[in-house]
């Protein structure tokens, strides 16, 4: 099974990791199994909402951080839990977008594949 979680993501998903004390402690932190962790960390399953919304929210990592890379790896203690969900989401909701324009142009580039072949 192929994921499209980023391989960046990953590595600052071992960061938060090894912070927390490993996988067990930080599925605990996160309400996931380790299994799932596991599975997100050798890229068999695409890192989820859950996990980076209680890296976000529960254990203080900033939400631009997390998902881009980009920013302070500490949230600003001042923002409230909300913004913070707020943020996770409108960064998700990007992260999605982007997937899907990505899909579109695989699929316009088959096609023209396609189209080629049978002009051959």
């Not at 380790?34 to 929210?57: K, P």
């Not at 998902?67 to 949230?75: R, S, Y």
């Not at 396609?114 to 051959?120: A, V």
Request: charged letters at 30%; proline letters at 1%; one cysteine or more.
């Amino acid at each position: 099974m192929t994921t499209t979680t980023d391989n960046q993501l990953l590595k600052r998903l071992r960061i938060v990791i090894k912070t927390c004390g490993g996988q067990s402690k930080f599925a605990k932190a996160c309400g996931v199994s380790q299994s799932l962790v596991s599975l997100m960390l050798s890229g068999e399953r695409d890192v989820n909402f859950t996990v980076i919304r209680a890296v976000c929210h529960d254990l203080g990592y900033a939400p631009e951080w997390v998902i881009t890379g980009k920013g302070d790896k500490q949230a600003d203690g001042k923002k409230d839990s909300t913004k913070l969900v707020t943020e996770i989401q409108i960064l998700r909701t990007e992260i999605e977008l982007l997937h899907a324009r990505m899909r579109s142009y695989e699929k316009a580039f088959e096609e023209m594949r396609g189209r080629m072949e049978l002009q051959k």
